[in-house]
């Protein structure tokens, strides 16, 4: 489990079965700060040639206390173990 030093972003949920969810949660951020929000298949390692996360149907949802800002799925076809999913650079969303 990963957290920010300073506490103000959390992994909730760290599911280890690959079904998921896992949850984070942001108490606050620094408008000068860059986020990122990654997805890692830590079970093939660091394979550049493992399938298995483009093929997991994996999904990423962002909420904010107003409800649901947008729904991410993993691409397709891609192989590797890290999916770069978003980031917010200066409080503004990437992806968002």
């Known amino acids: 489990m990963h957290n920010a030093s300073?506490?103000?972003v959390l992994l909730d949920w760290d599911d280890?079965?690959?079904?998921?969810?896992?949850t984070i949660t942001v108490m606050?951020?620094?408008l000068t700060a860059v986020?990122?929000?990654?997805v890692i298949d830590y079970t093939n390692g660091s394979s550049a040639s493992a399938a298995a996360?483009?093929?997991s149907g994996a999904v990423v949802r962002?909420?904010?206390?107003?409800g649901l800002l947008n729904t991410f799925t993993v691409?397709?076809?891609?192989p590797g173990t890290r999916w770069n999913v978003f980031r917010i650079v200066?409080?503004?969303?990437?992806g968002l």
Request: glycine residues 14%.
């Open 6 to 8: 300073d506490g103000a």
């Open 16 to 22: 280890r079965d690959g079904f998921g969810p896992e």
């Open 28 to 30: 606050e951020t620094d």
């Open 35 to 38: 986020y990122r929000l990654y």
């Open 53 to 55: 996360l483009s093929r």
């Open 62 to 66: 962002v909420y904010s206390r107003v």
């Open 75 to 78: 691409p397709v076809n891609r």
């Open 90 to 94: 200066n409080g503004r969303g990437e």
